[in-house]
């Protein structure tokens, strides 16, 4: 047969069988055309008598094969149809697992959910020593069940204990991890991983040591496997806190089915899929992985001229902010400069990197060898020495305007002229600090959340003059960076911190109404929310939460007005978390130790009992009624986009897909009545809904239909 998607090759009786043939992606997938034409080959491949063994590779550089094709799976429509598909996967697996000789899988790139599935279907599986190449079984990040056999085979490759972290955090492999677990056989250099793949033919595989011969041994215990379940099921609990489905469906149907035969387990593992691919948190969860693919590829203004290259850093103040972005400079090669006023000032900033830079070698993903040289690429100074050479300047001082604007014109004095200047405000106006440079064109925002180094969004926020080549190297240097980037227009709080005003602010009327503060917090974690508004509100530090609410109410209105108390805890120097006593208390390691008594002392005596429900409905419906207000004010231009700001700037669940996503599947008719009748029994000026919101229910339309 004519080759179309997978090379066919047979060379001294051996096949081999490359995926990525004829395929102009970067990435790829098993779509239906692909699993058709594998099929195939597999029952040649059954017929010939003279193969001595079978080696599956790809022509991609960075992708053995990345999975099923999601677009197939979200293209499902029922548990039938889900089913089907699974059960059409493993039957073309299984031809792979039943062929009579030996087969490889030769891997190098990414190779994750239905390309480790097929691997696993394999004999044995090699792995090229590439930095790119990682395996994995990613199906639970998106509400799903491997459903091509995963969980079937990966405990009898590497034993149940191994195999249910695997797949229950979803995690990516690196080829050396994976050979210390038992999943790859050999670990070679890519340029001769296609060849070493025919010296395993002989089924010599390294048996694992005592240690994994025990681990296998306990694991084959009936009581053993009991306990094994029963620590996994609470730990997937304490993670997740019930609220997704996928864990507990996999932790389910590998339970029930350790002792079944392959086709009794296959045919549960089937069912588990097809259920939870048409759920409503699968499709919430698909619809963030769109989302963020979406994001990888720049789609602001057009640029006409060459793009500036920023390859060396320097962050402009020291402190917390500075010093990670000052580690996420040198984390990236970009030997970054990092100024201030004081060494006292710089001692912190060295502090924070060392301290983000120790954290990845406690965890094992940075030798020491690599922290001493990553700490010492950056280069504290008072003065401006080398600025001449640098390339991105991001500045992170206080946030006042006068200092920011004197600051702008002074470093635009020090550094060549296609130089990226930029600012991490979190709150002031970017259209107004660039007045302060003679050439406005190559600034712009540049707002990175706190800590830096595990908050994945930036805001890349917009002027009037900006260079649109300016705007598409920062967002191409974000992606570089690993963040994920959202462009907005300049306005009061931009985009995430306006929409998130609203959640602290309410808990500080319900506060003062007497709602106790741990069932404020309770009912928004109890919706999803990594913390509540509380709890947050220390987080960010009270001072600057209240700081950033006046910037906000003063541009927006009394819509975003705050309750006083904020600053009743200022003033008696509660400011959260950097001084140990907020609305809690912490320990010097900044764990909370209990309510701060003192604070709960200044809140009302009576306490009002408020339903979980009505908590939650009077924090959220501010937030989606600014959310409303952003779209209608342009900030950004789709829902898509506040979703993906509100997701991953203040970890909105995932699993309900976003909030104006949210919104969308509650009803907005439903929900502007929930409004209006707050309007009336709260306050008119902070639940009354915008136009905007009540043209889209008056049309029958919906956030993402705009």
């Not at 020593?129 to 994995?136: E, Q, R, S, V, Y």
Request: contains cysteine; proline residues 4%.
């Amino acid at each position: 047969m004519e080759s179309k998607r997978i090379s066919f090759e047979i060379e001294e009786s051996i096949a081999y069988l490359g995926f990525g043939y004829n395929c102009t992606k970067s990435m790829t997938t098993l779509d239906e055309e692909t699993l058709q034409e594998l099929s195939d080959r597999l029952d040649e491949l059954h017929k010939n008598k003279d193969i001595k063994g079978v080696v599956f590779w790809s022509h991609k550089d960075r992708c053995f094969l990345a999975g099923a094709d999601i677009n197939l799976i979200s293209s499902m429509k029922t548990e039938s149809d889900g089913a089907s598909g699974a059960e059409a996967g493993q039957t073309i697996f299984n031809k792979i697992e039943d062929l009579k000789v030996p087969t490889i899988a030769a891997v190098h790139g990414v190779c994750l959910g239905g390309g480790l599935e097929l691997s696993l279907s394999c004999k044995a599986i090699v792995a090229s020593d590439d930095k790119g190449t990682m395996l994995g079984l990613p199906e639970v990040k998106l509400g799903l069940i491997p459903g091509f056999g995963g969980t079937y085979r990966l405990p009898r490759k590497i034993g149940l204990p191994k195999a249910l972290d695997v797949i229950l955090t979803g995690k990516m492999l690196k080829a050396k991890k994976a050979k210390r677990l038992g999943l790859v056989a050999g670990v070679y250099p890519k340029e001769r991983i296609k060849k070493m793949a025919s010296f395993h033919f002989g089924g010599d595989e390294k048996k694992g040591g005592l240690k994994e011969s025990l681990e296998h041994i306990a694991s084959d215990n009936f009581f053993a496997k009991k306990i094994i379940f029963q620590k996994a099921r609470e730990s997937v609990l304490k993670k997740t806190k019930g609220f997704y489905q996928a864990p507990l469906k996999i932790l389910d149907v590998m339970e029930a089915g350790i002792m079944k035969g392959r086709s009794s387990y296959l045919a549960a593992e089937s069912q588990a899929f097809g259920e939870l691919c048409v759920s409503e948190q699968s499709k919430n969860l698909q619809h963030i992985f769109f989302m963020t693919e979406t994001a990888k590829k720049y789609s602001g203004p057009e640029s006409s001229g060459n793009l500036p290259r920023l390859k060396k850093g320097a962050a402009l103040g020291a402190g917390t902010m500075g010093g990670g972005i000052a580690w996420l400079m040198a984390n990236n090669g970009m030997a970054p400069l990092m100024k201030d006023l004081t060494p006292e000032a710089l001692e912190l900033g060295y502090k924070q990197s060392s301290s983000n830079f120790m954290g990845a070698v406690k965890r094992k993903r940075m030798t020491r060898d690599e922290f001493e040289r990553k700490q010492r690429s950056i280069q504290g100074q008072v003065g401006y020495d080398g600025f001449e050479r640098v390339d991105l300047v991001i500045e992170a001082i206080v946030e006042n305007m006068n200092i920011k604007k004197s600051v702008f014109s002074e470093v635009e004095t020090k550094v060549r002229k296609d130089c990226v200047i930029t600012s991490n405000t979190s709150s002031l106006s970017v259209q107004e600090m660039s007045t302060a440079l003679e050439n406005p064109e190559r600034f712009a925002g540049l707002h990175f959340f706190n800590p830096v180094h595990m908050m994945p969004l930036v805001e890349i926020i917009t002027h009037d003059k900006v260079a649109p080549e300016t705007l598409e190297a920062l967002y191409n240097w974000c992606m570089k960076v690993k963040k994920t980037p959202v462009i907005v227009k300049d306005g009061p709080g931009f985009l995430v911190n306006r929409i998130l005003m609203p959640f602290m602010n309410e808990a500080g009327f319900l506060l003062e109404e007497g709602v106790p503060m741990k069932d404020i917090d309770d009912a928004c974690l109890n919706f999803g929310m990594p913390m509540g508004p509380c709890r947050l509100l220390d987080e960010v530090g009270i001072d600057v939460g209240e700081k950033v609410a006046k910037i906000i109410h003063d541009g927006l209105g009394d819509r975003v007005k705050s309750s006083p108390f904020s600053s009743k805890l200022v003033e008696k120097n509660f400011l959260g978390k950097k001084n140990g006593k907020g609305f809690y208390i912490y320990d010097k390691r900044g764990k909370v130790e209990g309510p701060n008594e003192e604070v709960q002392a200044m809140l009302p005596k009576t306490k009002k009992k408020m339903d979980e429900t009505e908590i939650q409905m009077r924090i959220f419906l501010p937030m989606i009624n600014e959310a409303a207000t952003v779209l209608a004010d342009g900030i950004v231009e789709s829902a898509a986009q506040v979703d993906l700001g509100l997701i991953f700037g203040i970890g909105f669940p995932p699993f309900r897909g976003g909030l104006l996503r949210y919104a969308d599947s509650e009803g907005l008719e439903r929900l502007i009545k929930a409004m209006e009748d707050r309007a009336e029994s709260v306050d008119k000026d902070r639940y009354t809904p915008c136009d905007f919101l009540k043209d889209l229910a008056a049309q029958k339309k919906k956030f993402y239909d705009v």
